[in-house]
Nanobody, 122 residues
């Protein structure tokens, strides 16, 4: 089992920045693909970003490309999501996920955190 705990959410004005962190514990493995998803009220959970086990390959949803940056530190079992130029449309609960076959699909991830709220005011 892998436990994931997100932190760093909060309230920010449009144009501002936030940095989300996800700490993994338990049977952690640097072989996991780590991903971030988000879910806004009344909407389905959607892919935001993912990073390969080596950190050498990253993926982004078109809606966040050039604004968000994902990174990982395998020595510390952490993954971060730096979010810049935030928009009200980025308001959602953000979830960290881990999976051996992680991709942009939710069902490719085996473990999920409890989520952290990000609210962007206009």
């Amino acid at each position: 089992q892998v436990q994931l705990v997100e932190s760093g959410g909060g309230l920010v004005q449009a144009g501002g920045s936030l940095r989300l962190s996800c700490a993994a514990s338990g049977r952690t493995s640097s072989s996991y693909v780590m991903g971030w998803f988000r879910q806004a009220p009344g909407k389905e959970r959607e892919f935001v970003s993912a990073i390969s086990w080596s950190g050498g390959t990253t993926y982004y949803a078109d809606s966040v490309k050039d604004r968000f940056t994902i990174s990982r530190n395998n020595a510390k079992n952490t993954v971060a999501l730096q979010m810049n130029s935030l928009k009200p449309g980025d308001t959602a609960v953000y979830y960290c996920a881990a999976g051996l076959k992680g991709s942009t699909r939710r069902d490719s991830y085996d473990y999920w955190g409890q989520g952290t709220q990000v609210t962007v005011s206009s």
